[in-house]
T-cell receptor, first 109, second 115 residues
């Protein structure tokens, strides 16, 4: 089992819709969870970090964490074409920073 | 402004050459990481270091080594470059791991082509 798995893409949504990105992890001891956005040819940039069960909102982005079920998700409301990118889930399960394979999101005007 | 600097952005090397990729951070971070990123495979951890002179293997250490002689510098070494090491290499650093509020900072990436 992979340490971090993301829902397979690519994901395509119309402008203004909600995009939902999901991630599961295997290490129950994980404490820190991150969502990164990566544009083609660029390095990842941090969107959200979440450490406690529940929802965390920041503008159009909401991260959801459920440690019992070992998943973390990212919702993007009112999706914009500028949100088109690859989204990476990252987990710190001990001393390693581990990423999922990424989900490519396309927002169609 | 925090910074992780990868000095070599674009390199072309020949098969069998020894290649050094340098990463320097100015945030006094304890932890540093080297990843490679290939299409469809995401970010794969090569090596990481949680202190000076300490190193740990990641998921794909074969064909690579690292050096951390000073806290701010973490070098990735390809002892004998091969074409399957053509990739984009990312360095990252963070103050602590496993705790709260430890933002991870990335360098801009090093694009290596081995011919």
């Amino acid at each position: 089992q992979k340490e971090v798995e993301q829902n397979s893409g690519p994901l395509s949504v119309p402008e203004g819709a909600i995009a939902s990105l999901n991630c599961t992890y295997s290490d129950r001891g994980s404490q820190s969870f991150f969502w990164y956005r990566q544009y083609s040819g660029k390095s990842p940039e941090l969107i959200m970090s979440i450490y406690s069960n529940g929802d965390k909102e920041d503008g159009r982005f909401t991260a959801q964490l459920n440690k019992a079920s070992q998943y973390v998700s990212l919702l993007i409301r009112d999706s914009q074409p500028s949100d088109s990118a690859t989204y990476l889930c990252a987990v710190i399960p001990s001393s390693r920073l581990t990423f999922g394979e990424g989900t490519q999101l396309t927002v169609n005007p | 402004d925090v910074k992780v600097t990868q000095s070599s952005r674009y390199l072309v090397k020949r098969t069998g050459e020894k290649v050094f990729l340098e990463c320097v951070q100015d945030m006094d971070h304890e932890n540093m990481f080297w990843y490679r990123q290939d299409p469809g495979l995401g970010l794969r951890l090569i090596y990481f270091s949680y202190d000076v002179k300490m190193k740990e293997k990641g998921d794909i250490p074969e064909g690579y080594s690292v050096s951390r002689e000073k806290k701010e510098r973490f070098s990735l070494i390809l002892e004998s470059a091969s074409t399957n090491q053509t990739s984009m290499y990312l360095c990252a650093s963070t103050f602590g791991v496993g705790g709260y509020g430890n933002t991870i900072y990335f360098g801009e990436g090093s694009w290596l082509t081995v011919v």
